[in-house]
């Protein structure tokens, strides 16, 4: 691939989808045997190709996944975290919440892209609506609310399922 900012984009993108579902269901997996078939036909072989060695294929809409989680830059809590970690405790997650979202503050700060962002106590709040009852994966954008494809945690739910099963996580509690 020719190193465009316009590719790296296009990286950076793919990656965000990677780092926050893990494997959204946009990213298809495919078997070591055609892996190492594909490599031996990569034009580049190099260690810096990863030796030709991609396991996954992306499939055309992708990006449709990317637009959801961006949503013109609005807030929202890592997949990973509704998923894996925030959901063990909703009700305390609820209320620290509602404890920042008291205070007066016109932009936040993140931890992960970019920074810092113009957001209202109320979009902060929003950004947890998934620990409510009738929210499931929603996201407050300008008044609309708007769903994470539900499709993109499928992994998370299997990896939640099996973490609670071999009891190295607590089950999740209902939503408030």
Not at 20 to 38: C, E, S
Not at 59 to 74: I, K, P, Q, V
Not at 164 to 171: A, E
Request: glycine share 6%; hydrophobic share 40%.
């Amino acid at each position: 691939m020719e190193d465009t900012p316009a590719i790296r984009r296009k990286g950076w993108q793919r990656t965000s989808l990677l780092a926050l579902y893990f494997r959204p269901k946009v990213l298809g997996v495919i078997g070591w045997g055609q892996a190492f078939r594909d490599a031996f036909k990569a034009p580049d072989r190099s260690k810096k190709a990863f030796f030709g060695l991609f396991p996954f294929r992306w499939r055309n809409d992708w990006m449709r996944s990317f637009d959801a989680l961006c949503s013109n830059g609005r807030l929202f809590v890592a997949p990973i975290l509704q998923t894996l970690i925030l959901n063990r405790a909703p009700k305390v997650t609820i209320d620290w919440a509602d404890k920042v979202a008291s205070w007066d503050f016109h932009q936040i700060i993140p931890c992960h892209f970019k920074a810092p962002i113009e957001a209202t106590p109320n979009q902060f709040r929003q950004a947890f609506a998934f620990l409510e009852k009738d929210a499931s994966h929603e996201i407050q954008s300008g008044g609309n609310r708007q769903l994470l494809p539900d499709e993109d945690f499928e992994l998370l739910k299997e990896l939640d399922k099996e973490l609670n099963k071999l009891g190295i996580v607590p089950p999740p509690k209902d939503k408030v």
